[in-house]
């Protein structure tokens, strides 16, 4: 067969998504739970790998349940194209599933076009990136940046460890630590995501390109005040915690307006009060600051910023307060020649494309540390993701794909960039 322009069939990549949705389905809500490890999460990676091994891919898995199937040379380096098959509990049908089906598409319409690569496309599905564990387990595992102190911490809501939920899949968690593949391995890193925000679709463009993941810091505060009855204790005599975390949250979108950017961040999104009950004056607030930005100096300046309105805000209610940094992630720019070679692509084949950030977390971001990588968003419907409303309508999804299609098309035709 001679080659041909390769083009995406889209009632095939629909069936593929349908069909890794029918794991963990809920009938009742309409949501996906395929949590990371849980046995839906498993199933469905069991099913994934069957459909890619009927396409003809060399297909394998990893320690910790990445899943591979590689398309052209068995040796040399690889060009990676993918995203994750877990899900949040009750999320939505396409966070993940559709960049792993759009690649695994993609591959099927190369094939179907009679294209040889001269590099190899590797689909992967990786595991655990929503976060039961912490997140982006596979990719870390990929990327080889897993630590022993972050397996032998990790634990779910539930209190079940990392190992254990592992161990009941046949995995041995130990194994993310030589998952890792050799640099110079992995040519390049693809991702199709859903936007997972409302930006794309209020401006009517199809396709996102982002250029950085933002970095974030999640900062655990506790204000210590005096829990006292509600009707015999005078408001000037209270020391009332919840009354201190409301006038940290009130005072949020000045801290912006005064060292923010247009993608700053900044989210009181976990609260808990004691004794918690209504006739009670709060005597104490735990509750955490996520903190997100493109710039690391500028997240630094809102933790500054953050730390001491809370400490202003505290004295003046008779508050004592401690803030703990809980985690940090630094933002990352994505390689900007790959983020090239998809703008050209987009530019080729007439699709309005944005430039944009990425507000959240993707598997990108860690791949980055390893190859370089690039990450394509289609809209969401309302931006809403992590819930069963999650929609895609079907020509953004056939417009983000024939862009994957095409720049996969160009890399594996010749030099890591394409330009060879
Ligand atoms: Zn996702």
Redesign the pocket.
């Known amino acids: 067969m001679s080659e041909h322009t390769p083009r995406i069939n889209s009632s095939r990549l629909r069936a593929l998504l349908d069909g890794v949705n029918a794991f963990g389905k809920n009938p009742r809500t309409g949501g996906f739970n395929r949590t990371g490890y849980s046995q839906a999460d498993m199933a469905v990676r069991t099913w994934f790998m069957e459909e890619m091994r009927r396409d003809g891919l060399a297909v394998s898995r990893d320690g910790v349940a990445n899943l591979f199937g590689r398309f052209g040379p068995r040796g040399g380096p690889s060009i990676l194209v993918g995203?994750?098959l877990d899900t949040v509990p009750e999320g939505g049908a396409f966070?993940?599933a559709l960049?792993a089906c759009v690649a695994l598409e993609c591959v099927r319409a190369m094939r179907d076009a009679g294209i040889v690569p001269a590099v190899a496309v590797e689909v992967v599905a990786t595991a655990e990136?929503?976060g039961r564990f912490g997140g982006m387990l596979g990719s870390q595992a990929i990327a080889g940046t897993v630590t022993t102190e972050q397996l032998d911490a990790a634990i779910d809501a539930d209190g079940t460890r990392l190992s254990e939920a592992m161990k009941s899949c046949g995995l041995d968690a130990r194994d993310a630590l030589t998952a890792a593949r050799a640099p110079g391995s992995v040519a390049a890193f693809l991702e199709l995501?859903?936007e997972?925000g409302p930006v794309l679709e209020e401006r009517g463009i199809p396709v996102g390109i982002a250029h950085t993941v933002a970095g974030l810091v999640n900062l655990a505060v506790r204000l210590d005040g005096r829990a006292n009855h509600s009707g015999t204790t005078p408001m000037h005599l209270r020391a009332d915690a919840l009354a201190g975390m409301a006038g940290i949250a009130h005072a949020i979108p000045d801290i912006l307006a005064a060292h923010g950017g247009e993608n700053s961040r900044i989210t009181i999104g976990k609260l808990d009060i004691q004794p918690n009950f209504m006739h009670t004056v709060p005597g104490r607030a735990d509750f955490v600051v996520n903190i997100r930005d493109t710039h690391p100096a500028r997240i630094a300046a809102l933790c500054d910023a953050m730390r001491e309105c809370m400490t202003a805000v505290a004295k003046a209610n008779g508050l004592g307060c401690t803030v703990e940094e809980h985690s940090r992630m630094e933002p990352v720019a994505l390689d900007p020649d790959l983020t090239g070679v998809l703008r050209e692509e987009a530019a080729r084949l007439g699709l309005a494309a944005l430039d944009m950030p990425s507000g959240?977390g993707?598997?990108a971001q860690t791949m980055q540390a390893l190859c370089p990588s690039a990450l394509v968003f289609v809209p969401s419907r309302n931006g809403v993701?992590h819930a069963p409303e999650e929609f895609t309508d079907w020509p953004d999804i056939e417009q983000g794909a024939e862009l994957m299609l095409a720049v996969l098309t160009r890399l594996a035709a010749g030099s890591p960039t394409g330009r060879g």
């Open positions: 995203s994750h966070d993940g960049g990136e929503e995501h859903i997972q959240a993707h598997d993701s």
